[in-house]
Every structure is written in structure tokens, then in C-alpha cells.
């Protein structure tokens, strides 16, 4: 899934489902705040230390053991159950019960700004299992796709040179299957080369899906602060036709939610900066000291914050609190 479902859907969702407006925006910017997490290295504060938990990696990494660990499997490709046994699956599956259990304990987090980041940390991963469905977390063979076709109209269009293409690259998660997963509006099929199966998928149906089942989740969560529930029957159609919007360019896709819900929000604040809460923890003195998705380690030992007042209490520092929580849970349960 992008950006337009895991911040704008699950803004609508969650503020549908009762919470008032910010708490909402807060469940929704840590959401989406996993794809953006990618701080690597500990960032110095003061004189301190602060060691961030990095939820997001591109690259050739992903080979790495380390991170299909610490970063695929806990925040994107959830197995469906705990593994107990090298019998038991890592792949993927919706609405799954480890996600659900994840969901659970971070709706039970005691401090209500760790909590909200709890909750959005968790239905990313939880949002996730419907569109990453059938693949997993580590480099397998289970992850190899053959094959893509893609419907146009009546018709099904066949991948050529991508196809070569994404066949090269590392079986890790859906890198084979390139962007067809995450995006709402596409319905396609391919080959699982382990099983020899054709798979379907007609995304539209199952991101809503996705979205009905994380409302009426959210329905049962308690509110600290709450407003009038929205029946879900009143947003379901904004929801669909938002999904099935075939406009590519993200920023515009993201446009048009806060086009149709914005009724719900204060326009200014209905809107994502991935630099938004490190800016506002860390303060930082240069405009590119928290511009680091590209960084390497010795870019973040270069660069001190000064050790703002609240710090420890800022959304930035308790979405990786949230973050190391939700790590933590996973792995225990990873053998």
C-alpha cells in the first residue's frame, strides 16, 4: 500500500470510527511514518545518545538476514501466526491472527501518545497483510513471480521487458511483483513459481476490504478523546471510488482523499510531511540535517540537536518507542 492508504485512508478510518480529529492524524502520520523511518544510525541529542528504530529499507540490503528481520518481517510482511516450528509459514496472509494480536496489544500501551503510535505502527502492518498477501519478509523462494498480467479494460496485458526485469531481482518480500501489490486501483495476476498456481488479484476489492475490517476495529478501541461515529455505510463509497481512481501520480491521489474527506479535518492539518515530527523533536539548525533517507552513518555522527524541553515526550521519539515495542513482540516469536 502507499501513502494514500496509510495516511489518508487511515486518517478517514480512524476518525470515522470515533476518535477526535487529532488523535487520529496522530494514528495515521505514525501509519505511514513506517514506509518514512528510514533513521539508521543513533542520533545525538544533546549530550546524549538516541538510538531510532528504522522501520523502512530499499536496497540492496535487503539480502541481508539482519534486516528481512528487524525491518520486513515485523512492519510489512507479518506471518500469519507466531513460528513455532520450520513447518509453520512465514507468508503473509489478511487478517491474520499475529496481526490482529499486534493490533490488540498496542491498543492496551498504558501511555496514550505511545498508544495512538501503537496503534497507527500496528495497522500499517495490520493494512499490509492484505495487499503484501502471499509473499513474506525473508529472502525465499515462496517470493518468486512469473508471469505478470495486468487488466486494461476487458483485457490482460502482459509484461514483457518487466517481467525480465523484476525476475532478477533478490526474492524478498513483493520486489519481484514490483509495484502491483501496493496499488489500489490495479487488478492482475502472475504465476508462484513454487506451487505453479495462477494467483489473482483485484486489489480495489481487497484494500477495501481492508478498510471495513480496520474500521470496525477501531469502532471497539477505547477513546480517550472521542467524537460521534460515522456509520461506515456514510464513507464507503468515498472509500471505493478513491481506490479504484486509476491517477498514478501519488501526490495527486493524495490530493483527491483530502479533496473528498476534508470535511472531517482542519484542511491545513490534513496533509503528511515525513520530516514533520523529526523537525519538531530535534529542531534541527540546518534545513538537511533531518533530510537523511539517503544519509550514511557518517552523515548522522556529523549532526547534533540540541536537547529540546518535551523531547522524550514528542511523537517523533514515541512512534520508535512504539516502533521497538511492536519489533520486540515480533521477534519473540520469530523461533
Same mark, same amino acid.
Given at each position: 500500500m502507499q501513502k494514500d492508504f496509510h495516511y489518508y485512508c487511515i486518517g478517514v478510518l480512524a476518525k470515522a470510527a470515533g476518535f477526535d480529529k487529532g488523535d487520529a492524524l496522530t494514528i495515521a502520520y505514525a501509519s505511514q511514518y513506517v514506509d518514512d523511518s528510514t533513521e539508521s544510525?543513533?542520533?545525538?541529542?544533546?549530550? =546524549?545518545?538516541?538510538?531510532?528504530v528504522r522501520t523502512a529499507h530499499?536496497? *540492496?540490503?535487503? !539480502?541481508d538476514w539482519s534486516i528481512q528481520k528487524r525491518v520486513y518481517i515485523p512492519f510489512h510482511f507479518i506471518p500469519p501466526n507466531p513460528i513455532r516450528s520450520i513447518q509453520d509459514t512465514f507468508v503473509t496472509a489478511p487478517n491474520s491472527p499475529f496481526a490482529l494480536r499486534i493490533?490488540?496489544?498496542?491498543?492496551?500501551?498504558? =501511555?496514550?501518545?505511545?498508544?495512538?503510535?501503537?496503534?497507527?505502527?500496528? *495497522?500499517?502492518? !495490520?493494512?499490509?497483510?492484505?495487499?503484501?498477501?502471499?509473499?513474506?519478509?525473508?529472502?525465499?523462494?515462496?517470493?518468486?513471480?512469473?508471469?505478470?498480467?495486468?487488466?486494461?479494460?476487458k483485457r490482460w496485458k502482459h509484461l514483457l521487458w518487466e517481467n525480465f526485469y523484476l525476475d532478477v531481482l533478490p526474492q524478498v518480500g513483493h520486489t519481484e511483483a514490483g509495484y502491483f501489490p501496493d496499488q489500489s486501483f490495479l487488478t492482475w495476476k502472475y504465476i508462484r513459481k513454487l506451487t505453479n498456481e495462477?494467483?489473482?488479484?483485484?486489489?480495489?476489492?481487497?484494500?477495501?476490504?481492508?478498510?471495513?475490517?480496520?474500521?470496525?476495529q477501531l469502532r471497539q478501541v477505547d477513546k480517550s478523546k472521542s467524537d460521534t461515529p460515522i456509520p461506515w455505510g456514510d464513507i464507503e463509497t468515498g472509500i471505493r471510488d478513491l481506490l479504484t481512481d486509476r491517477e498514478q501520480d501519488i501526490g495527486k491521489r493524495c490530493g483527491r482523499w483530502k479533496e473528498r474527506f476534508q470535511y472531517m479535518f482542519d484542511p491545513l492539518k490534513f496533509g503528511y510531511d515525513s520530516r514533520a515530527w523529526r523537525n519538531d523533536a530535534l529542531e534541527p539548525r540546518g534545513e538537511k540535517d533531518t533530510d537523511w533517507d539517503d544519509f550514511k552513518?557518517?552523515?548522522?555522527?556529523?549532526?547534533?540537536?540540541?536537547?529540546?524541553p518535551g523531547f522524550y515526550d514528542s511523537a517523533w521519539v514515541q512512534f520508535h518507542r512504539a516502533a521497538l515495542r511492536q519489533r520486540h513482540l515480533v521477534l519473540e516469536n520469530l523461533l
Open positions: 544510525e543513533p542520533v545525538r541529542v544533546g549530550e =546524549l545518545m538516541f538510538d531510532p530499499l536496497g *540492496l540490503k535487503a !539480502f493490533l490488540k496489544e498496542a491498543c492496551e500501551e498504558q =501511555l496514550e501518545l505511545r498508544r495512538l503510535c501503537r496503534i497507527g505502527v500496528a *495497522l500499517h502492518t !495490520f493494512a499490509d497483510t492484505w495487499a503484501h498477501q502471499g509473499f513474506s519478509g525473508r529472502e525465499h523462494k515462496e517470493n518468486d513471480v512469473e508471469s505478470i498480467y495486468h487488466r486494461e479494460g495462477m494467483v489473482n488479484r483485484n486489489n480495489t476489492n481487497e484494500f477495501l476490504t481492508a478498510a471495513k475490517t480496520i474500521y470496525h552513518p557518517s552523515d548522522f555522527r556529523r549532526i547534533q540537536f540540541p536537547m529540546k
